[in-house]
């Protein structure tokens, strides 16, 4: 067996975007600042999904250290992954990433969705072409799960429930999804079901375990800005189990601010729906069903090598991060 460190696949992703920043033709007619920008963008993510297809090759082929093909194609599916959170940012308005001003802070909205189109146009551009279709269709489903959330008008908690799993597995599981398929396409795997699979449930608790953290924060006074979801009004899955809790306690404040029926409340009197005894135990468990069907599925792929206790544990730091807050880089 190859040992192989998770810091070494990700220095080798890091140089393998720079390689792509210098042999685009794309960007050679961009502004040199917005490449500059986005290029150190670009590499300051956690890089779970290239790790995810990095680690899927690895445990359908333990003996061997990733190819310059695999490294490639996980720095592709980086750059798309990077795109749609510019895209994110620019929809909801966030000045603020991970304690970094964002391109929508620097340069403004214009500006940022043309960057985001722009690191788009270089991902597709640098993948090969066997894998391009898959690539544009990830990127295409991530963006139509932030339209389908943008558009959304609520009219029963069942109705909201089922759209937030439909956006949820678009936006946020997508490209994992893609990033696993490619990387069982790259070991000969023919069926790639049950690992696109992993990518889907990944994706569902990924975002709860972002939407529950800031949320709970705000109640337990760790954070004092207003979270997104309660300022934009987004129906992330712990809105709707406090919505589901407050119907059931017969208190309506909250579903008329979340549906703008009212415009005389106080979003703070909202905290208590989001107190550890509240929405949270529902939501955890949601997040930990989602995870034990991924870290099962990875088990039965890597068969207990030592990829796929490094993808483990990969998930458990992520979780740890968004959860937890924990020290791992940033999303």
């Not at 090759?57 to 592709?76: D, E, F, S, Y």
């Not at 069982?184 to 023919?190: D, E, I, Q």
């Not at 979801?229 to 208190?251: E, K």
């Amino acid at each position: 067996m190859i040992p192989i460190l998770e810091n070494d696949l990700r220095k080798a992703i890091d140089e393998e975007i720079d390689s792509i920043f210098s042999d685009s033709a794309v960007a050679e007619h961009a502004a040199e600042h917005w490449i500059h920008s986005l290029h150190a963008f670009a590499k300051a993510g956690k890089k779970v999904r290239p790790l995810s297809l990095l680690l899927t090759v690895g445990c359908h082929n333990p003996r061997q250290t990733p190819t310059r093909q695999a490294i490639h194609l996980a720095a592709c599916v980086e750059l798309a992954h990077r795109s749609t959170l510019i895209s994110d940012d620019v929809a909801d308005g966030h000045e603020v990433r991970n304690r970094r001003p964002t391109l929508v802070a620097i340069e403004g909205s214009k500006i940022a969705v043309f960057c985001a189109q722009l690191l788009q146009a270089i991902a597709i551009e640098a993948c090969a072409a066997e894998h391009r279709q898959r690539l544009n269709a990830a990127i295409y489903n991530t963006l139509l799960g932030q339209a389908k959330q943008e558009r959304f008008r609520f009219t029963t908690l069942e109705q909201a429930f089922n759209i937030n799993l439909e956006v949820v597995t678009l936006k946020s599981s997508s490209l994992g999804a893609v990033a696993l398929e490619v990387g069982a396409s790259l070991s000969g795997v023919p069926n790639a079901s049950r690992i696109r699979t992993i990518g889907i449930e990944l994706g569902k608790a990924y975002q709860t375990c972002n939407d529950l953290s800031e949320l709970a924060d705000w109640a337990q006074g760790t954070a004092h800005d207003l979270p997104s979801d309660i300022a934009n009004r987004t129906f992330s899955y712990p809105i709707l189990i406090a919505l589901q809790m407050a119907d059931l306690a017969g208190a309506s404040e909250l579903r008329d601010y979340m549906t703008c029926r009212r415009s005389d409340l106080d979003p703070s009197s909202f905290k208590g729906w989001f107190a550890e005894d509240a929405s949270c135990a529902p939501a955890m468990r949601y997040i930990n069903d989602s995870l034990s069907v991924a870290l099962d599925c990875i088990d039965h792929m890597g068969g207990k090598s030592e990829y796929s206790a490094l993808f483990c544990r990969l998930v458990s730091e992520t979780w740890k991060h968004l959860y937890l807050k924990g020290e791992v880089s940033d999303d």
